[in-house]
């Protein structure tokens, strides 16, 4: 071995030994009540950390607007939800996909099933949804409007189970299929 490899190898010793002195004057067993103090101190600068880095838009949603079900009904953001005074709360569904070419047809089925309460959502797979709002329940009703699309499209999309499960029956209904014998209410 040369003297200048012999030099290198005395070096890193050297190192490794300050290292290890310095790593065991730092080393000290902690009491359980200092361990309990630094723990909570951790998770606080933690928690402090995790809300200052999120990304802008990220914020969480103030208590209340968020909920695990819905019924697609229209609420209000803040203050209490107000309940329809005038008549029972609705459990069912009526859900149809509508072109503008069958709104007489569509008219008749959508009475028919409002007058027992119903709710309705209509699936707009032609794109037109203002020719519909000259009709009386045509506030009252959810709008969906997607191009060219089918009706098991639109149930799959927007029939998801956290939305229907409020409901007690819900009628995936066909626009050609007739309502002069059928009672939604029995």
Not at 11 to 17: Q, R, S, V
Not at 88 to 105: D, F, H, P, T, W
Not at 132 to 140: Q, T, V
């Amino acid at each position: 071995m040369s003297l200048q490899s012999l030099h290198h190898c005395f070096i890193d010793l050297w190192c490794l030994l300050l290292w290890s002195a310095f790593v065991a004057m730092e080393f000290r067993v902690w009491p359980k009540s200092e361990m309990e103090i630094n723990d909570t101190r951790q998770n606080t600068q933690s928690h402090i950390c995790k809300n200052q880095c999120r990304p802008l838009g990220s914020e969480s949603l103030p208590e209340g607007i968020v909920a695990k079900t819905s019924n697609l009904g229209m609420r209000p953001l803040w203050g209490p939800v107000a309940e329809r005074s005038n008549s029972k709360r609705s459990m069912n569904l009526l859900a149809i996909a509508v072109g503008i070419k069958q709104k007489e047809v569509v008219n008749q089925i959508v009475s028919k099933f409002l007058r027992d309460d119903f709710v309705v959502m209509l699936f707009h797979y032609d794109g037109i949804v203002d020719e519909w709002s000259n009709l009386e329940w045509s506030d009252r009703a959810i709008h969906v409007s997607a191009m060219n699309q089918t009706k098991w499209w639109f149930a799959k999309r927007f029939l998801h189970p956290d939305i229907v499960a409020e409901y007690d029956y819900i009628f995936l209904w066909d626009e050609d299929l007739g309502v002069e014998n059928f009672h939604p209410g029995r």
